[in-house]
């Protein structure tokens, strides 16, 4: 087996230089653990951008995959397949909605959304509804329509957008009063911003976009991608706020790993996108169905869902203690269940000081600019997140001192002050 460094040559000249992912190759996981090719140890707390969420390599979603894969993989979307018709009934059933339509990734399902919005008008003869409003700092994708509604201008500079998208401050619904009209099709809303800041909003926010939604004849769109799925102590981030959306998008957790993305939508909007107005060749293909189907199952078995409140509550405490220990450093930490940020005070960016606390053996990742995010596995035990708190402390108190490794200081330097 080739080593990190010579494999690490070979991915600086052929792969596409459109990240810039860690000194180190992956060659298998188990729980929340990595082990790099050199067999270094790594604790995962980011899964993959919250997306492992039942671990890695768990017996019971591999042994499906692997059965699945032997059976029957994809047949296109001109004939059904079981697992598929299956997995709409149990995430219905999970979520009130009535229909689900899948994908492959979270930027499919968003893109998803808009065009079922915008056809719904068209097809109802209101060709004029066509506005979306959007929120600053949202995330909803790449693609052009998705991009079009991410509210982060740096992503969307230099490529142009789709218009028709009203950005407006999240949380602050005298501005979506302001921005709403006869011409908006939809809201879109993340039931908390993850990519942006690790944001929840303010009490009462997602109620209030729901009521003027109905006053104005516009429908509310939920980008779960992030939270849904357990992250946030509750099935769906909107679980439990009274409020049902008219469309809702899933993925990143529903695979644990494997791709699949899913749109949600209540009876209302069926109609939306008949058959030729939107489609995926790989969505709903037998392999991700039964995959996303096992890690529902995980997900009941264990009791992820509940597990992430109690150990997101914990792991809140901990970062409110590193916060108050370390003040120079750390401004606050904010979240739910294991959605968690600690806010860096203003002048430290959070992408040059993950380098740092990879230094003690932790993977986070970053969101916004001065976030470090925590979205660990759902099945994370209370001794791995104190494992990783305790290598973001060091990370501080380094920070902190200045009392850092003179190439760690010279490589992270320039990007940690602003
Ligand atoms: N929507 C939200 C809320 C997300 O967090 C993301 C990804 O981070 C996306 C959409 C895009 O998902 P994907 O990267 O799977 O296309």
New binding site residues.
């Given amino acids: 087996m080739p080593s990190n460094t010579e494999l690490l040559a070979v991915a600086k000249r052929r792969l596409y230089a459109n990240y810039k992912p860690a000194p180190f190759v992956v060659a298998r996981g188990k729980g929340c653990e990595l082990f790099d090719l050199d067999d270094e140890r790594w604790l995962d707390l980011c899964a993959g951008?919250?997306v492992s969420s039942v671990g890695h390599a768990h017996p019971a979603l591999s042994r499906v995959i692997a059965e699945q894969a032997a059976t029957l993989m994809h047949t296109s979307n001109y004939f059904y397949n079981e697992p598929n018709i299956l997995l709409a009934v149990e995430l219905t059933r999970r979520t009130g909605m009535d229909r689900a339509f899948f994908c492959n990734?979270?930027?499919?399902?968003?893109e998803a959304l808009l065009k079922l919005a915008r056809h719904h008008f068209y097809g109802l003869g209101d060709k004029g509804r066509n506005r979306i409003i959007a929120f600053h700092n949202a995330?909803?994708?790449?693609t052009m329509g998705?991009l079009s509604m991410t509210g982060t201008p740096k992503y969307r500079e230099g490529f142009g957008d789709l218009g028709g998208v009203t950005h407006v401050t999240y949380g602050k619904i005298d501005e979506v009063k302001k921005a709403m009209g006869k011409d908006v099709a939809a809201v879109i809303v993340?039931p908390l911003q993850?990519?942006g800041g690790v944001f929840p909003p303010p009490t009462g926010f997602l109620k209030a976009l729901r009521t003027l939604c109905d006053e104005n004849g516009a429908l509310l769109l939920l980008?779960e991608?992030?939270?849904g799925l357990g992250r946030l102590g509750r099935f769906l981030g909107s679980d439990g706020l009274g409020i049902q959306a008219d469309a809702i998008?899933l993925?990143?957790g529903l695979g644990g790993g494997f791709p699949i993305?899913a749109m949600l939508t209540s009876e209302k909007v069926a109609g939306a996108l008949p058959p030729g107005t939107h489609g995926s060749t790989f969505g709903g293909n037998a392999l991700a169905s039964a995959a996303a189907l096992a890690v529902l199952k995980i997900i009941d078995d264990e009791k992820l869902v509940e597990g992430a409140k109690t150990k997101g509550e914990a792991l809140g405490k901990m970062l409110d203690e590193l916060c108050a220990e370390i003040p120079e450093v750390c401004e606050c930490a904010r979240g739910e269940g294991l959605l968690r940020g600690l806010v860096l005070r203003d002048g430290y960016v959070a992408r040059g000081v993950l380098p740092i606390v990879q230094e003690n053996g932790v993977l986070l990742t970053a969101a916004g600019d001065r976030v470090l995010r925590f979205s660990p596995p759902l099945v994370v035990t209370i001794a791995e997140l104190e494992e990783g708190v305790r290598a973001v402390r060091i990370a501080c108190e380094q920070l902190a001192s200045g009392d850092r490794s003179s190439e760690t200081m010279t490589a992270a330097k320039p990007a940690i002050r602003s």
Avoid: I
Avoid at 105 to 110: K, L
């Fill in positions: 951008v919250a990734s979270g930027t499919e399902a968003c995330f909803h994708g790449r998705a993340e993850g990519e980008d991608v992030q939270t998008a993925a990143k993305g």
